[in-house]
Structure formats: structure tokens, C-alpha cells
């Protein structure tokens, strides 16, 4: 191994990806070298700064995203599969560049809002059903991502459909001000 990296005895040296078999095999073939987490230390940190191109990939991500999901509202509507939603805002995020997806997208209606559910076989119903589409595109290394909450149909969100929203909202918006550095 020395012949293709030189020695590394008595250096310090970071690595990105870390595992305990790896860490033992490591170990083992460089037993006076130095290893520490390079991941948290050096790659998170360098990712902290975007260059102009990652800044237009990022863009471009989220222009990407922000398409598909304009076209699975349009698509969105009573006596649709929650899988079909997803199949149009799939086939427009391919069409547009993305190489693959920031999750595993979800679109959930109903009582299957909360929590998540990855599966998608439900038929949106012809009621005021609410509907969560979670979809991201993903364009050269770079992700995008949006979440929003729908109402299927063309009626207007009920007041305790208002009122379940504001909650969530509330909640969110008052954990993000306890969000400090370091905190669990």
C-alpha cells in the first residue's frame, strides 16, 4: 500500500467515510499513522461555501423542482392515484435534467399525512383531502426540495384545515428560533 499513497507513518491523516471494519483494516495496515474524521472537519466545511457553479447548480435544481411540482398541482385532482401525482412530477423533473431524486419524492393524502408514508397507492378522494407533495431533483450533485400542502379538488380548505395548517406552521417556526450551534 505504501508504494501507492508514500508513507504515512507519523502523519495525521482525515477520512470522509468511516466504518468500524474499515477503521480496523486501516489500522492494521498503517499501525503508526494518525486518522481522524476529515468528514465533519474538512468536506462539511468546505461545503459551507459555494463556488458560482454550485450556486447555479443549486438554482437549477430548484428550478427543476419547482416545474414537476407546478405540474403535479395541475395533475392533482379527485380520482387520481397519490402514484400517478408522482409519476407526472417524476417524468418532468427526467425531462428537465434530473439525474435522480433527493428522496424517495412523496405524495400522501389524508390520514396518511402524518406521519410520511413512502408507499403511494391511494386514490385521492373527491372530499377536501389534504395532500403533502415532498419532491426534490437532483442535478449534477446538487438537490432540491420542496414540500408543500394541497388541498385536492376544487374546493377551499375547510377552517379546521386552516387551523391544523397554522399549528404546524406555529411549530415550525418556534422550533427554528430554539436552533442554536452545538444544540441537541
Same mark, same amino acid.
Given at each position: ?5 508514500g508513507?504515512?507513518a +507519523?502523519k495525521?491523516?482525515g477520512?470522509d467515510?468511516?466504518?468500524?471494519? @474499515?477503521?480496523?483494516?486501516i489500522r ?10 476529515g468528514y /465533519?472537519?474538512v468536506?462539511?466545511?468546505? %461545503? $459551507?461555501? %459555494?463556488? /458560482?457553479?454550485?450556486? !447555479? ?6 428550478? !427543476? ?9 395541475e395533475?392533482?385532482?379527485p380520482?387520481?392515484k397519490?402514484?400517478e ?5 417524476? /417524468?418532468v423533473?427526467?425531462?428537465? +435534467?434530473? $439525474?435522480?431524486? /433527493? ?11 402524518a406521519?410520511?408514508?413512502r408507499?403511494?397507492p391511494?386514490?385521492?378522494?373527491a372530499?377536501?383531502?389534504?395532500v403533502?407533495?415532498d419532491?426534490?431533483? +437532483?442535478y449534477?450533485g446538487?438537490?432540491?426540495?420542496l ?6 379538488g376544487?374546493v377551499?380548505p375547510?377552517?379546521? @384545515?386552516?387551523?391544523?395548517?397554522q399549528?404546524c406552521?406555529n411549530?415550525?417556526?418556534?422550533a427554528?428560533?430554539k ?6
Amino acid at each position: 500500500m505504501e508504494g501507492l499513497v508514500g508513507s504515512l507513518a +507519523g502523519k495525521r491523516v482525515g477520512i470522509d467515510i468511516w466504518d468500524l471494519n @474499515m477503521e480496523a483494516a486501516i489500522r492494521e495496515v498503517f499501525p503508526k499513522t494518525e486518522f481522524a474524521d476529515g468528514y /465533519q472537519s474538512v468536506l462539511m466545511r468546505a %461545503k $459551507e461555501i %459555494k463556488t /458560482q457553479d454550485e450556486i !447555479i447548480c443549486l438554482k437549477i435544481a430548484n428550478a !427543476i423542482t419547482e416545474a414537476a411540482l407546478y405540474r403535479a398541482l395541475e395533475f392533482l385532482r379527485p380520482g387520481v392515484k397519490e402514484c400517478e401525482v408522482l409519476a407526472v412530477a417524476w /417524468q418532468v423533473m427526467t425531462a428537465m +435534467g434530473s $439525474e435522480w431524486t /433527493q428522496c424517495s419524492n412523496i405524495i400522501c393524502s389524508g390520514p396518511y399525512t402524518a406521519p410520511y408514508r413512502r408507499l403511494h397507492p391511494t386514490e385521492l378522494s373527491a372530499t377536501a383531502n389534504l395532500v403533502i407533495l415532498d419532491i426534490g431533483a +437532483g442535478y449534477n450533485g446538487y438537490w432540491g426540495d420542496l414540500t408543500r400542502t394541497w388541498v385536492c379538488g376544487n374546493v377551499k380548505p375547510t377552517a379546521g @384545515m386552516r387551523d391544523l395548517h397554522q399549528k404546524c406552521y406555529n411549530a415550525l417556526f418556534n422550533a427554528g428560533g430554539k436552533v442554536r450551534p452545538g444544540r441537541d
